[in-house]
Every structure is written in C-alpha cells, then in structure tokens.
C-alpha cells in the first residue's frame, strides 16, 4: 500500500509530506485548493507523462518521492535487476529541459519501465472512466479482464494471424493477367539483362584496382626505374646495395684484427641482402609492368557496363547477383502463381478452421463471463440503491476478426418498464458514477493491486445515493487500501484518515498543504462541506451526527 508520499515544487506544492494509512483515505478542500496535484504527483511516481509545466514557478526541478509497504514479490523487480524490497521507494525527478530521472530501490529506471510496475501497485480511476464506459469499443476489453481468458485469447490470436498471413500471401499471389504479364515481362527483361553481362562476384572491385594501375601505369615505371637505380645504381652512381657490400667488405677485413667489428659486419651484412632482396623485387615488378590503351579501354567499358547495373539492382556485383536470384524465383512463383495459390488456399480453408474453432470457444467463455458480470454487477448495484437497473452485455457475432469473432456493448435500463439501451444513453451522470464505481469494484477483486485511487468519482451523485457510494468505498477498504477525492461530506464522513488539502497565500506566493484532520478538524472541515463558507452550531452539530452515525 501507499504510506508515504513526499512532494517538492509541483505546481503550488512548494514542499509536503503526506502519510496514508490502510482503510479508506479521504481527501477534501475547496475547489482549486490542489487536490488534483496530489493525483497528479501520485500518477508521475506510477510512470505516467509528466511535464515541465508542472514544476513550481522559480524552481529549477520538481519532485516525487514515494513509500510503499507491504509490496510483493513481483517477477518486475527480477526481470528488470531491481533488488525487491517489501518497503519500496519510488523517486522521480522532472527538470525544466523534460529530462525524467526516475528511480526504484535506488537503481534507475526508464519512465517506460516504471510504469509496468506503477500498474501492479495502484489503479487510479477518475471521472475519465466515465468515457471510457461509455464508449463500446472498450467494453469487449473490460469483459475479457473480468473473464480472466487470456489463454483462450493466446491460442485464438496464434490461430489468427495464421490466416491473416496466408490471406495476406493470397492476396499477394494473386493479380490480373494483364498485370501479370506486365511483371513477368519485366522481369524476363531483368534476368536476360544482369545474366548477359555475366558478373562474377568481386569483379567490379578487382577492375577498379587494375584501371587505377592502368591510369597511372606511366608514373609507377619512372617510379621503380629510380628505385632499382638508387638501389643498383646507374653508369655514374653507385647504388645502396653496391656501397653496402664495399662496407661489408671493408668490415670483414677490420673484424680478422679485432673481435669488436664483428657484430657490425653481420649487421651491414644484412642489411645488404635485405636491399639486394628489395631490388630484385622491384626489378621484376618493373619487367612484369605491362599495360596498353586498349586493356584500358576495354577495362572502362566492363565498368560502364556494371555501373549501369548497379543503378538498377544493387551497390556492388554480389548484390545484382542476389537480386537475379530473386527476380528468379518471384518468375517462377508468378508462372506458377495459380498452383501456388490453390495450395495455400487449402492452407487457408485449415487454418480457419482451427480459427473459428478458436474462437467459438473464446466466445463461449465471454459469454459465462458475461452472465456472471452482469449478475455481480446488478448486485454491486443493488448495494448502491440502484435495485431495479437491468444490466446486459449484448453480443453481435462478426468475422474473424483480431479480437475474436464478437463484439460485445453493454446495455442497461434505469427503470422499471423501460428497454435495455446502450449505457450511453439512459444513464444519467449520477447513476453512471455509480455503475462506474460497481464496474470497478467487481474488476478491482480480479488482480492484486493493493491501492485504489477514486478521483471525484462521486460527481453527480447527493442524498441517499451518496450515502450509499460512501459505505460501498468503505467496504471496498476493508480489503484495498482506497484513497479518495471528493466533495460529499458522506464520503468524508465514513473515511478512516481525512486529509485536508488547503491553499493560502504568503509574500505574494500561493501555497498548498496537506494536513491531517483530528476529530475537531474533521467536525469543521464537514461542516464547511455541508454549509459552505458559513458555519453556524447546526452544521457542525449535523457533521458531528454524520461522525457519530
């Protein structure tokens, strides 16, 4: 659960540190005094979007730290190398550039990451739910949560996108003969064109490096000429290897008088072989120098010839030769196309099978689920003085489709007489916070998310209505810890812990603060809620009943 939570400069939140405690946690104050920051703060340490508006004007970050107790086990701190501690500590920090640093037990994590566990810790259900609700294309998801038949949705969703993937290779198979024509036209051209020019892999490279040679065949001669002549020497010069070997000799005769020349003679001793050796080479280099403008020529001409190829079909020559392997194949499937595509579509005729099999069971287990919502949710109801609603999940049977073959509305009727209708239409705002609260109590039993949060879900709601929301959040409490934001003083009147959040000015600033209410607190901050601004010896005299009941 929830039992700390620590915020600095969001909003009008210079600094506060807020305690929750099990049971049912109430939040009131006047409208505007902040109590949506303190939902917003909560939402930011769950991973949701958090944004530099946020941050308090002057300062330069904002941020949220918070304690939970009693945490469990989750496989998210393993799978993400987060050390698992039952006190969890969440810390985030937003900056004026948008940089989110976000933190775990200390290790960091992406926003993306900490989302995946904020979800496992709270659920947040505000007067957005509302739309939600309304809107049929959630309402297939919302029963397939409470139905709990993610393996019948695996194996149904494994069998579809097997059709959708020969449907797609179907689809793709087939074209009209006018349009066939023209490709394999297209591609016959292709294949005679690259197969004409009779490429081998590496070829372009090998011919680059030889027109290189080629183009500058002149200077490499003149080149090694002199270098076979510093090395040689010439008609009036000695060369390296011609000094190098009158030193050797020299040396070996100063090495018969002393021992002291003798390692220099081994020395210039090698150093002679080693010139004669590269002189050789560079000899033969030059005498194996052949060249002539029409190798050149015909050299350009290969070249031009593979350019132009490789604007059409690929960068070097193994990719035009992997692209005529592929223009290949896509001939022969097309000449071949119409036995191919019987094939698949016997495939196909299979797999749909196996498909609508699939997916008549997922419906069947939608509609046990259907009935045992609908049951719970009339219950739920009941509970909130709503005895006579009627409640249906109305099925329409469709294709194949990604999420089964059904689509599912829920349809309600307000009053005695009246036909079942879509939600939308018949529930006023007061009686859809009530159902939207029924729906989420009965989804809430179905995961083990410990902390509910209900944000002004109670809007429209008054009188014995009201009443009966309050005690409905108050049984909920008794197993979840719940926190809510509200404006109904029977709300307030039943929580274990009431936090009043206020807002006042100081030096021409405005701040915000949390306090938790004792009894006398509590009596007032009712008092206001009942009677407004002004509070006379009966408001306070009706808050203290409203206590004492």
């Given at each position: ?9 969001i ?9 929750f ?14 109590k ?25 970050k ?60 709270i ?16 309402h ?15 194996d ?49 490279d090998?011919?680059?490096?030889r ?97 132009r ?14 692209y005529l ?35 008549l ?47 599912v ?40 998310v ?22 409905k ?63 006379t ?13």
């Open positions: 659960m929830l039992s700390l939570l620590h915020i600095e400069n909003a009008v939140i210079e600094q506060s540190d807020i305690s405690d099990k049971g049912f946690n109430v939040l009131t104050g006047e409208t505007g005094a902040g949506s920051i303190v939902i917003d703060a909560i939402s930011a340490i769950l991973g949701e979007r958090a944004y530099r508006d946020m941050i308090r004007t002057g300062a330069s904002a941020s949220v730290r918070a304690v939970f107790t009693d945490v469990p086990e989750l496989p998210w701190f393993q799978e993400n190398g987060v050390e698992y501690d039952p006190e969890t500590i969440i810390q985030r920090e937003i900056y004026l550039d948008g940089k989110n640093v976000c933190r775990v037990n200390g290790a960091l994590v992406t926003v993306s990451i900490l989302r995946k566990l904020g979800i496992q810790l659920n947040i259900h505000g007067q957005h739910d509302s739309a939600s609700l309304f809107d049929e294309n959630n297939l998801q919302f029963l397939d949560d409470f139905a709990d038949n993610k393996i019948q949705q695996q149904y969703v494994q069998k579809y996108e097997a059709v959708a993937a020969l449907r797609r290779e179907i689809d793709r198979m087939t074209m009209d003969e006018a349009e066939k024509l023209r490709r394999m036209e297209t591609l016959r051209y292709q294949i005679e064109e690259i197969s004409k020019a009779d490429l081998e892999t590496g070829e372009d090998i011919l680059e490096e027109r290189k040679l080629l183009q500058n065949a002149e200077k490499l001669s003149d080149g090694m000429d002199a270098a076979v002549e510093c090395l040689y020497g010439g008609d009036d010069t000695d060369g390296a290897a011609s000094l190098l070997a009158q030193a050797e000799r020299e040396l070996t005769r100063l090495s018969r008088f002393t021992d002291a020349f003798q390692h220099l003679h081994e020395r210039v001793s090698d150093l002679m072989y080693q010139v004669q050796d590269v002189a050789e080479e560079v000899r033969d280099a030059r005498n194996g120098l052949s060249y002539s403008a029409d190798e050149l020529e015909q050299i350009e001409g290969r070249l031009d010839v593979i350019h190829l490789h604007r059409k079909y690929g960068a070097t020559c193994a990719d035009i030769l992997v392997e592929q223009a290949k194949a896509e001939l022969d499937e097309i000449e071949f196309a119409d036995d191919h595509v019987e094939r698949l579509k016997s495939k196909l005729a299979k797999s749909e099978k196996a498909a609508w099999e699939s997916a069971a997922l419906r069947e287990s939608r509609k046990v689920a259907a009935d045992e919502l609908a049951e719970r949710i009339l219950t739920e109801l009941a509970q909130l003085d709503m005895p006579k609603v009627q409640f249906s999940c109305q099925f329409t049977e469709l294709e194949l489709t990604a999420n089964g073959a059904d689509s509305a829920f349809y309600m009727s307000a009053n005695v007489g009246e036909a079942l209708k879509p939600m939308s239409k018949v529930a006023s705002g007061g009686e859809l916070a009530r159902i939207m609260l029924a729906m989420k109590n009965v989804l809430a039993e179905q995961d083990q410990a902390t509910l949060i209900f944000d002004e879900v109670d809007t429209g709601v008054s009188g014995r209505a009201a009443q009966k929301v309050a005690e959040l108050r049984s909920v409490s008794r197993s979840k810890q719940v926190l809510c934001v509200t404006h109904l003083p029977q709300l307030a009147a039943l929580a274990t812990t009431h936090l009043l959040i206020a807002k006042e000015e100081r030096a021409g600033r405005t701040y915000t603060t949390v306090t938790p209410l004792d009894i006398e607190g509590r009596k007032r901050e009712l008092a206001r809620i009942i009677g407004g601004a002004l509070i010896e009966n408001t306070l005299k009706s808050a203290e009943e409203m206590l004492d009941t």
